[in-house]
């Protein structure tokens, strides 16, 4: 049980274009998902936490017009990434809280992002 | 808001030695520490976790303990094997579903 899984597991886009990232709870109800963002040899930094049926929280620095996160329900949790650029590629993990435990936290296998 | 940092950020030890790694937070409401270990382009997998009302809880080969009045927690390995080898993550968190705040990560390598 707790499986997150995560779709695409890499991509690779144009300077400009728009990239989705799916995030889904396969076997139990998140009401919570939080997205991470990960650069090689460093640690996960949280970009904001999504909430089932309300807006996402984003952290300090993070761009919520260009990262657009969208928690419609309580399995799937998407991370859009608008006009994206060089800088923003990265690996980018989601986490899923199982609703039925208050404190665990359950993630999904990354995806890769490349921007050309 | 919360700082954890982590000690050391690489660790190489002998196949069958013990593997030590030391946290601290600075966030007295903490009060939930999960440990990950994260394989070269994979996700992290969660090893054990401690609550602030227990000191210490093992699981096989892994112990973690808390000392809530230093604010530090720390991950034991023994009989480590090379498949140990990975990244490990500590991360505090307030509970009740709020977020986790992690550490920078030890790179534990075990030397067959």
């Known amino acids: 049980g707790a499986v997150v899984s995560q779709h695409p597991s890499w991509v690779i886009c144009k300077s400009g274009t728009s990239v989705k990232i799916e995030c889904r709870s396969l076997d139990f109800q998140a009401t919570t998902m939080f997205w991470y963002r990960q650069f090689p040899k460093q640690s996960l930094m949280l970009m904001a936490t999504?909430?089932?049926?309300?807006?996402?929280?984003?952290e300090q620095g993070v761009e919520k017009d260009k990262f657009l996160i969208n928690h419609a329900s309580l399995t799937l949790s998407t991370l859009t990434v608008t006009s994206a650029h060089p800088e923003d590629s990265s690996f980018y993990i989601c986490?899923?809280?199982?609703?039925?435990?208050?404190?665990?936290?359950?993630f999904g296998p990354g995806t890769r992002l490349t921007v050309l | 808001g919360e700082n954890v940092e982590q000690h050391p950020s690489t660790l190489s030890v002998q196949e069958g030695d013990s593997a030590v790694i030391k946290c601290t937070y600075s966030?007295?409401?903490?009060?939930?520490f999960p440990w990950y270990k994260q394989e070269l382009g994979k996700r992290p997998q969660l090893i054990i976790d401690?609550?602030?009302?227990?000191g210490e809880k093992k699981d096989q080969r892994i112990a973690v303990t808390l000392n809530k009045t230093a604010k530090h927690f720390s991950l034991h390995i023994t009989e480590t094997q090379p498949e140990d080898s990975a990244v490990y993550f500590c991360a505090a968190s307030r509970g009740a579903g709020q977020n986790f705040v992690f550490g920078p990560g030890t790179r534990l390598s075990v030397l067959p």
């Open positions: 966030d007295s409401a903490s009060n939930y």
């Open positions: 999504s909430n089932e049926g309300s807006k996402a929280t984003y």
């Open positions: 986490s899923a809280r199982d609703s039925r435990s208050t404190d665990t936290q359950y």
């Open positions: 401690i609550r602030s009302n227990v």
